[in-house]
């Protein structure tokens, strides 16, 4: 296993996620204790010491059975971390109470790492709002020993992330971001790394083979990855991207199954980052997926002062194509969403057409953002 220096710690580079263990009947809140119970006893035979769970997980029950499975392990053989739910806003009066209960299901004293939960634009305001008091709550758990080390993970851009970096960065230790190939440039991950390195924070990554979608590639893709390194499975490029990028500390990955488990314990034995060649193919592979499935919106903004209802054409269209890619695990997009005026949401398009004629990219706005209502179960006017 490979290890990351963290403020004098060794991290395992490779964290267990708790996300998505292995359930009953298909029913994510059935976590089947029995193998997931496997699923760590042979992650920490095999040298993992951080795992990874939060308030809503598998329903609530993710707490409960890691908490539960890692009594079987000396105290001081694992980082444990979890994270206060502000992705969910009638939480935000409830730090004092949600917390004490997670330390409660964990069945622990302290977290080694503790997070703010998806800093995205739907809470940012709630996240900033000193009447709530999360930040002086978790900063004084973190002075009673309670938090180890305070962090925050975030979906949001990096408009986002700076208004939070600039209210609570000096008290921040790592931050946790969605990071992989296809949304390095997607997503902007790279300007998100490059940001979080001017405030000199560590990295812990998630959704590194985003959901499963960078671990099955088309045919013809996965033989360019074959034959530049006929020994690399195709998940462990996804990996292996994330080796190349040193501010990168704590990938987080949501195992499944024991296989999934052993397939990337193998991939963390040894660290083979990626040569410029490679990089440049990896990162060509994801711009042709990504043109394949999104619509070509360059965010000029020439639309935006011909639409008669004001709405952030460019901004819908992101989020969009965020929801496109995302399949049948779209989250992100609904989240950015519930930060938009109802009367600026996608649905309020009244198909004039005001905007096509104006547009570089020939895009048929009205369609796609109808199309995008109906996805979001909204209708359209």
Request: glycine share 8%.
């Amino acid at each position: 296993m490979i290890y990351k220096e963290f403020q004098g710690m060794k991290l395992s580079a490779l964290g267990m996620g708790n996300m998505r263990l292995p359930v009953i009947g298909g029913d994510d809140s059935r976590i089947d204790k029995d193998a997931a119970r496997e699923m760590i006893r042979f992650s920490m035979e095999s040298g993992i010491n951080y795992y990874d769970t939060a308030f809503g997980y598998h329903g609530g029950n993710s707490e409960l059975v890691v908490g539960e499975l890692l009594q079987d392990y000396d105290r001081l053989s694992f980082y444990l971390a979890s994270k206060f739910p502000g992705y969910d806003l009638s939480n935000m009066p409830k730090v004092k109470e949600i917390f004490e209960r997670q330390l409660e299901k964990c069945r622990v004293d302290y977290f080694d790492f503790y997070l703010f939960h998806n800093v995205c634009e739907m809470n940012i305001e709630q996240y900033l709002d000193p009447k709530y008091g999360i930040h002086d709550y978790l900063m004084e758990q973190k002075k009673n020993g309670r938090i180890r080390h305070l962090g925050f993970s975030t979906h949001g851009d990096i408009a986002c992330m700076t208004r939070f970096l600039e209210a609570y960065g000096k008290d921040m230790e790592f931050c946790q971001i969605e990071l992989n190939y296809f949304d390095y440039r997607f997503q902007d991950a790279k300007g998100k790394v490059e940001l979080l390195k001017k405030w000199d924070l560590p990295i812990w990554v998630m959704e590194p083979v985003r959901g499963g979608q960078l671990a099955a590639l088309s045919e013809e893709n996965a033989a360019k990855l074959k034959a530049a390194r006929p020994d690399e499975e195709v998940p462990a490029w996804a990996f292996r991207f994330l080796q190349t990028i040193p501010e990168v500390k704590v990938t987080l990955s949501g195992m499944s199954d024991l296989e999934q488990l052993k397939a990337n314990v193998r991939t963390y034995e040894t660290e083979k980052p990626l040569n410029d060649e490679e990089m440049s193919m990896l990162l060509g592979i994801a711009d042709e997926m990504i043109d394949r499935t999104t619509v070509p919106c360059t965010g000029c903004h020439y639309c935006v002062p011909h639409c008669p209802k004001g709405l952030d054409i460019p901004f819908l269209l992101k989020l969009y194509n965020e929801a496109s890619v995302a399949g049948s695990g779209v989250f992100i997009a609904p989240m950015a969403l519930a930060s938009v005026d109802s009367d600026k949401q996608p649905e309020c398009c009244i198909s004039c057409h005001s905007c096509e004629k104006v547009c570089p990219q020939g895009i048929h706005i009205p369609e796609h953002l109808s199309k995008f209502a109906a996805k979001m179960g909204r209708q359209s006017q």
